[in-house]
């Protein structure tokens, strides 16, 4: 019942940011930390960010806000390409530098502050928009 209950609250979650055209005042409230892709739930909640690593943070993994239900995987360890940074503020409210940029089909381009989502004006990259 509990998995039935907690997919629903998945399928409502994305269904409302379809409604909002991908631009939901979506909120990411907290970080998991799991050791490997073996600790990861069967469908991962759409309001938190998922770090891969126990001592070596190396992935970060979260559902797509655009609610279209594509995964987000962001690289936090390879210095060979773009690697991502995930931070926490005192309110356990997860940041992602630099912004995430999702380039299939629908392009996501957005910034994670502070557990919040900024969208980037659509089919162009954007300068980080001002606080």
Excluded: F
């Amino acid at each position: 019942m509990k998995r039935v209950l907690a997919n629903a609250r998945i399928g409502v979650i994305r269904a409302y940011r379809r409604a909002r055209n991908g631009h939901a005042k979506s909120r990411i409230i907290r970080v998991i930390i799991v050791g490997d892709r073996s600790g990861l739930p069967e469908r991962l909640d759409p309001r938190c960010v998922y770090v891969l690593g126990a001592t070596t943070h190396k992935w970060a993994l979260l559902d797509c806000p655009c609610g279209r239900g594509h995964t987000i995987e962001l690289n936090l360890a390879n210095p060979a390409r773009t690697r991502w940074k995930v931070t926490i503020n005192n309110a356990g409210q997860p940041s992602v530098h630099p912004s995430i940029d999702y380039r299939g089909q629908p392009r996501c381009h957005y910034w994670l502050r502070d557990g919040r989502i900024r969208w980037a004006p659509n089919g162009r990259s954007a300068a980080e928009p001002q606080r």
